[in-house]
């Protein structure tokens, strides 16, 4: 069993940076593959960045690459999204969740999403 809980999410400008992190409990975190998602107001939850089981592979949304980075700390049971450069459109929740499927097609699983973390992007 994983339990999850995210924060680091606040106000910024447009072309500022933020670091959501994740914080897992659980004595198997380290066998899954992590991923971030978002959801804006009124749209659905997407798919944003993902991370293998060790941290050798990470996988990005079209949106998101070049400006994002997801890295996670087994030892510390903890998986991190750096974000800069951040545009008006970034503006949304953050979850993490165990991350299914292979490469950027990846999706969530149901039973472990949380309250998440706000994040806001003014122009």
């Known amino acids: 069993q994983v339990q999850l809980v995210e924060s680091g999410g606040g106000l910024v400008q447009a072309g500022g940076s933020l670091r959501l992190s994740c914080a897992a409990s659980?004595?198997?975190?380290?066998?899954?593959?992590m991923g971030w998602f978002r959801q804006a107001s009124g749209k659905e939850r997407e798919f944003v960045a993902a991370?293998?089981?060790?941290?050798?592979?990470?996988y990005y949304a079209d949106s998101v690459k070049g400006r994002f980075t997801i890295s996670r700390d087994n030892a510390k049971n903890t998986v991190y999204l750096q974000m800069n450069g951040l545009k008006p459109e970034d503006t949304a929740v953050y979850y993490c969740?165990?991350?299914?499927?292979?490469?950027?097609?990846?999706?969530?699983?149901?039973?472990?999403w949380g309250q998440g973390t706000q994040v806001t992007v003014s122009s």
């Open positions: 659980g004595r198997t975190f380290s066998s899954y593959d």
């Open positions: 991370i293998t089981r060790s941290g050798a592979s990470t």
């Open positions: 969740n165990i991350a299914v499927g292979y490469g950027s097609r990846r999706y969530g699983l149901s039973d472990y």
